[in-house]
């Protein structure tokens, strides 16, 4: 399951014990829109190993701008609360599953 994340429960949402994966992006964003089939899918795969999150960039700037987010799609790497790498662009699943992986 993928989680929407917002400005209000982030704080909440990154203290997981669990890497994260999160996901920002645009509803007007055409490769954001690719991207999100990828997203679920993984969302499915590492259920409880891992939690999956996305990110409205115009519903969440607080979020975009505390990581600096350029370009959309961003995925972000975070475990233990600070982002530990990224992913810039539409990629595929197998570039996510690895960079996930190396936090598991």
């Known amino acids: 399951m993928v989680v929407e994340v917002k400005d209000d429960n982030f704080a909440e949402f990154r203290q997981s014990n669990l890497p994260i994966l ?5 509803t007007w964003c055409g ?3 690719a991207l999100a089939p990828i997203v679920e899918e993984i ?4 259920e409880g190993r891992a939690v999956v999150g996305k990110v409205d960039v115009d519903e969440a700037p607080g979020i975009a701008s505390e990581f600096r987010v350029r ?3 961003t995925v972000l790497f975070i ?3 600070a982002a530990v ?4 662009g539409l990629v595929a699943k197998a570039t996510l599953t690895e960079k996930l ?3 598991l």
């Open 22 to 26: 999160l996901d920002i992006g645009a």
């Open 31 to 33: 490769p954001c829109k």
């Open 43 to 46: 969302a499915a795969e590492y």
């Open 71 to 73: 370009n959309v799609p």
């Open 79 to 81: 475990k233990n609360g």
């Open 85 to 88: 790498d990224k992913s810039v």
């Open 101 to 103: 992986n190396a936090l």
